[in-house]
């Protein structure tokens, strides 16, 4: 059974660094996509992150250069190093992962991702 855990929010000022994890059990990482999906107050949930079933990243234009994702294949652990924050980047953070595709690339179709965590909170104070 697919399950999805994250974990490693918390407040941090303009300019810090967190670290998200997300334990994705029960989900084949070789055929599929997973990725860091966040949500801010009033906003649409947005693609941050994605790795597709090849190991292919790919960032939303805000995060470039700022965010790193990777994956810890042994433990199949999807991490999210997040560097240099602001406050346009508080939101709730969830990990999510579309078992039936195998290719993606942000943007992505949110609707397809079938298997979501409970989210882990993202605060930044200036």
């Known amino acids: 059974q697919e399950r999805m855990v994250e974990s490693g929010g918390g407040s941090v000022q303009v300019g810090g660094s967190l670290r998200l994890s997300c334990s994705a059990s029960?989900?084949?990482?070789?055929?599929?996509?997973m990725g860091w999906f966040r949500q801010a107050p009033g906003k649409e949930r947005e693609a941050v992150a994605i790795?597709?079933?090849?190991?292919?990243?790919s960032y939303a234009d805000p995060v470039k250069g700022r965010f790193t994702l990777s994956h810890d294949m042994a433990r199949n652990t999807l991490s999210l190093q997040m560097n240099n924050l602001t406050p346009e980047d508080t939101g709730m953070y969830y990990c999510?992962?579309?078992?039936?595709?195998?290719?993606?690339?942000?943007?992505?179709?949110?609707?397809?991702?079938?298997?979501w965590g409970q989210g882990t909170q993202v605060t930044v104070s200036s």
């Open positions: 999510a992962a579309n078992t039936r595709i195998t290719h993606c690339t942000v943007p992505v179709d949110i609707q397809h991702f079938g298997y």
């Open positions: 029960g989900v084949t990482a070789s055929r599929s996509c």
């Open positions: 790795i597709d079933a090849g190991g292919g990243t």
